[in-house]
């Protein structure tokens, strides 16, 4: 059991649990200058025009086209002359700069309407949209003002509202800094709606759950409890009653009860008896004891819900007996392929509740009706071909799914709450009855349409890992422990897990596969908008956050603020077929079946959702059918989804190292979900990792900052039809002229490059995608065309270089790329990408399509292949070294890599002034060419791009006043 160790201390064990203490660093205090924001007059609205050169970005529906944009106002913002490259870093080091699906797992990106950063000087930047409602416009503020409290651990000074307005069509947008409010002003109940108090007894906890919605503090000072929370006003919120919170306090009370007398049976056992055992033998035996005991008295560690699948065994045992016949009478080469013995086997583990022997066959006859032939039959009928088929159906047809309540929560309005939120969830995977409600939030897509647009490159992984396993939980960025006693919360505190399995390998799960991670994690990503839309969501958040209250107050040894709770009349009488129907007017779901569900259940098209009769198949709780997709099959692996709630408990909170007054890490950097036992500061180098695994290296000196990013071990960092490998991401930004570049790379490999540039009139914002995008996106046309990869490279318009070794492996130059493409075949069947290729590409339009691996290499890679005769030149338009050699140079400098510059002008200034010549009249004849084209836009960033390398140059100066007037 997960608090195994955590719950006992006695002579044989001896446990110590400690704070990390970190020591004095950086004082977090005020007296900082306030930020000038030199770009951003109050009142004067800037129009920001956005570039993006990106194959990748064109596929953006235009919500995320929307959260991309929002990003980049953020990063324009941060261009403002008042921030410097560290801070710049400091403050938005989890936010990527482009938003790839195969960033996310090392991205804190922010969803909604809403962005927002602590920039330091005591400053939180919010960026709202400029048609708010009042009421919107206050609990947008309020969100923000909460989240950076939970990160920082408490209230900075200032708060700088920006108002936006985009417009997708045009790809611009306008930005107005409007007001300077101060933050303690937004927890001031009288117009933000923030209300705080002491809780001392019940109807101290009565007058504040009726004052808030939504809980955001918790403090105890001496022995007493201060609660902090807020009124949402833009919309009626699902709230809880304390009748709710005295569920859940009852439920752990009776939680810590059971293992408090567990540890004194084993103290009374064992304290006075070592039984002659050495100390390790004995702590050993101890712990063994330990856990039978915790099996045997069926202790769990928090309280909780989830629906477990069960079985009819009798009804499998019977389905096994009806058709033993006809799998006698399988042969291949003449001998039989099952056997009395075998059938025997399975029959007896049914006997005893084991359904895995039973699977196995089943799947084990699928395997041979794939290999053979139905002529093994001697005249088959239809209606044994039918027997056949109904027994493939019998893990489906002869199972259940039963309701399990952890802790005391079986017939409470919470249990209700879990059970229906938990229910829903597999609902809207499976598209249950067409109602996923993907008509009233866009771009929620259940799973069985986001499986269909997985790639091939996942085909391995999800044959072999068919089932999922889904639950809510906590979010760990969703809540701060501090110092003095305190919890704090953002707005939302709940996430949605998953892991994927095989019912043939029970006990053994894994990350999540592609389709199930795209739909859960979207899901996640907007959990707030999903809540707003069925607030049994929003109230399912509340229930998280009062049931992490009470295990931070528990695990702090101070239940008994709480104490009074246990006087509450807490209702057990609820039955969730009931329930639902009792509260059918306030649920988004509505297709319930008010009688049983019929013998025929499984032979009708997703008929409405019904129940079993109480204690069907000898169940104490609620149990119903199994659900399904219309034909949920991927890969020919049907699908199951199972799941539960999970809610805080008090291991969750000993995990967690309390943020102190005084940290290691600079104010700017605190987030909810860092690690405060990683943080580690040595060569200049700041390292800490999140509690989700991902690393973090900070470097910067006066000119250029780096961030460095690993996923954890075993992420994952794919889309649905292309994959990354798991290597380390870096950044580097800089301060040019204008504005500032950020460059983007995985390993040696550029990713893209983002500039902002503040021009007289306006800001240009540009991403441009470079090799790792140009490769993939090459690759997805090149897998799509099913053509032959020679014919399909050089007659491609992008490709300007193609190289063929052994007539299998394919090195291409693409335009704008700085390093050559490898291009490879992937074998049928693989899975991971093997040693040596950075990315796996597949398009996702047709099932059908070709596999590729890719790898990034430089020009001495292919001129060596070349002059060694291992590798042929089918086409070469543009020499890869002589014309241009200074190339990297010039992109060293229009990207702010100014120490390689500054080194490459040492090794040759002859080179240098030479190419420099040249590279400047190309520029020239560029800029010329977009205002012959009236691409202004283009021809402002190139101008100012230029003006940042050589200066203001007369030729340049025209251009830019040519430039400006148009």
């Known amino acids: 059991m997960k608090r195994l160790i955590k719950r006992f201390s006695f002579l044989a064990i001896a ?181 705080q108090t002491y809780i001392k007894k019940l109807s101290d906890l009565n007058q504040f759950m009726a004052k808030v919605d939504d809980i955001t503090f918790a403090q105890v000072i001496d022995s007493d409890l201060l609660l902090g929370g807020r009124k949402i006003k833009s919309h009626s919120y699902g709230k809880i009653s304390v009748e709710d919170v005295a569920a859940l306090w009852q439920s752990e009370n009776k939680i810590e009860k059971q293992f408090k007398q567990l540890i004194t049976d084993i103290q009374s056992k064992y304290l006075l008896n070592s039984q002659g055992l050495s100390q390790a033998e004995f702590e050993k035996k101890v712990i063994q004891d330990f856990q039978e005991e915790l099996q045997k008295r069926q202790l769990v560690d928090g309280s909780g819900f989830s629906l477990d699948p069960a079985y009819d065994y009798q009804g499998l045992s019977e389905s096994l007996t009806k058709i033993s016949s006809q799998l006698l009478a399988f042969k291949s080469n003449g001998k039989s392929i099952f056997t009395n013995q075998e059938i025997e086997k399975v029959q007896k583990s049914l006997s005893q509740n084991n359904v895995f022997p039973y699977l196995h066959l089943i799947d084990n006859l699928k395997l041979k009706l794939n290999d053979i032939s139905f002529s093994i039959f001697e005249n088959p009928s239809l209606e044994s071909l039918k027997e056949i088929y109904d027994f493939l159906q019998t893990p489906r047809t002869r199972s259940f799914q039963r309701a399990r309540y952890d802790g005391d929560l079986e017939g409470t309005e919470v249990g209700m709450v879990l059970y229906y939120t938990d229910l829903l969830a597999k609902l809207w995977a499976l598209d249950y009855l067409g109602t ?23 085909e391995q992984e999800l044959r072999e890992l068919p089932d999922t396993r889904v639950w809510f939980g906590h979010q760990d960025k969703g809540f701060q422990i501090a110092d003095n006693n305190r919890i704090l919360f953002a707005r939302n505190a709940t996430r949605i897990f998953a892991a994927s399995s095989n019912s043939l390998e029970p006990g053994k799960e894994t990350i999540a596969t592609t389709n199930s991670e795209a739909f859960l994690g979207w899901w996640n990503e907007h959990y707030e908008e999903v809540a707003c839309y069925e607030p049994q969501y929003e109230r399912l958040n509340e229930i998280m956050k009062w049931s992490l209250v009470i295990s931070w107050l528990n695990e702090s040894e101070r239940g008994e603020s709480l104490q009074f709770l246990q006087t509450v009349k807490v209702s057990h009488d609820n039955w969730f077929p009931d329930w639902v129907q009792a509260n059918i007017e306030q649920l988004k779901f509505k297709e319930w079946d008010t009688t049983n569900c019929s013998e025929d259940f499984y032979s009708t098209d997703q008929p409405k959702v019904c129940f079993y009769p ?30 539960g709630v999970s809610l805080g408990d008090s291991k969750t909170i000993a995990d967690r190292t309390p943020l102190l ?124 065309s099913k053509s032959d990869p020679v014919k399909f490279l050089d007659a491609h318009p992008k490709v300007n270089s193609l190289v063929i070794q052994d007539g299998l492996t394919y090195y291409v130059k693409i335009d704008d790329a700085q390093q050559w493409l490898k291009l490879a075949s992937a074998s049928e069947g693989d899975g991971d990408i093997p040693p040596g290729w950075t990315s796996q590409v597949a398009s996702s339009y047709d099932s059908g399509t070709s596999k590729y ?114």
């Open 614 to 643: 109480r204690g069907y198949q000898g169940t104490t709780t609620e149990a119903m059918p199994l659900l399904s997709s219309k034909s949920f099959e991927q890969f020919g692996k049907s699908s199951f989804v199972s799941g």
């Open 15 to 195: 446990l110590a649990t400690a704070l990390l203490i970190i020591g004095l660093s950086i004082p977090i205090n005020s007296n900082k200058p306030a930020v000038a924001f030199e770009y951003f007059p109050f009142n004067e609205p800037q129009t920001i025009n956005f570039q993006a050169k990106a194959y990748s970005l064109n596929k953006f529906t235009e919500r995320q086209k929307k959260d991309q944009f929002l990003d980049w106002l953020l990063f324009t913002v941060e261009s403002d002359p008042s921030f410097s490259t560290k801070e710049i870093s400091e403050a938005s080091y989890d936010i990527s700069p482009v938003r790839f699906d195969y960033l996310k797992p090392v991205s804190n990106f922010e969803y909604g309407d809403t962005r927002s950063l602590y920039v330091g000087k005591e400053t939180i930047v919010a960026l709202i949209p400029q048609d708010s409602s009042p009421e919107q416009r206050i609990d947008y503020l309020a969100h923000i003002a909460d989240k950076h409290r939970q990160n920082l651990g408490r209230i900075p000074e200032k708060l700088e509202v920006f108002e936006y307005q985009l417009d997708l069509e045009t790809d611009t947008a306008q930005l107005t800094r409007i007001e300077e409010l101060e933050t303690n002003s937004l927890f001031d109940d009288k117009k933000y709606g923030y209300h």
């Open 661 to 784: 007054k005084a940290s290691k890490i600079r104010e700017l950097l605190l987030r909810g979900n860092i690690d405060n036992k990683s943080i580690n500061r040595g060569n200049q180098i700041l390292s800490f990792k999140t509690l989700d695994g991902v690393t973090y290296d900070l470097k910067a000196n006066q000119s250029i900052a780096s961030i460095t990013v690993k996923a954890q071990d075993g992420a994952k960092l794919r889309n649905l039809d292309s994959e990354l490998a798991n290597i380390e991401l870096a950044r580097q930004i800089s301060r040019t002229n204008n504005g500032i570049t950020i460059n983007f790379v995985a390993g040696d490999t550029n990713i893209g490059s983002l500039k902002t540039s503040k021009t007289e009139n306006a800001f240009i914002v540009g991403w441009r995608s470079l090799d790792i995008d140009l490769g993939q996106s090459l690759a997805l046309e090149l897998s799509l």
């Open 853 to 966: 691996l890719l790898a990034w290499v430089n020009d001495s890679d292919v001129e060596k292949q070349l002059s060694q005769g291992q590798a042929k030149q089918v086409r070469r338009t543009a020499e890869i070294d002589s014309a241009n050699e200074n190339q990297q140079f010039f992109d060293d400098l229009e990207n702010g890599r100014y120490e390689k510059a500054a080194a490459a002008i040492a090794d040759d200034p002859t080179a240098f002034i030479k190419s420099k010549k040249v590279h400047l009249s190309n520029k020239l004849k560029e800029i010329d060419g977009l205002i012959q084209n009236q691409n202004y836009l283009d021809a402002t960033q190139v101008t100012e791009d230029s003006i940042n390398i050589y200066g203001q140059q007369p030729d340049l100066m025209n251009r830019k006043a040519v430039v400006n007037l148009k």
């Open 436 to 458: 996923t409600p993907e008509r009233y939030i866009a771009d929620f897509q259940p799973l069985t349409q986001i499986s269909a647009k997985v790639s091939s490159i996942y």
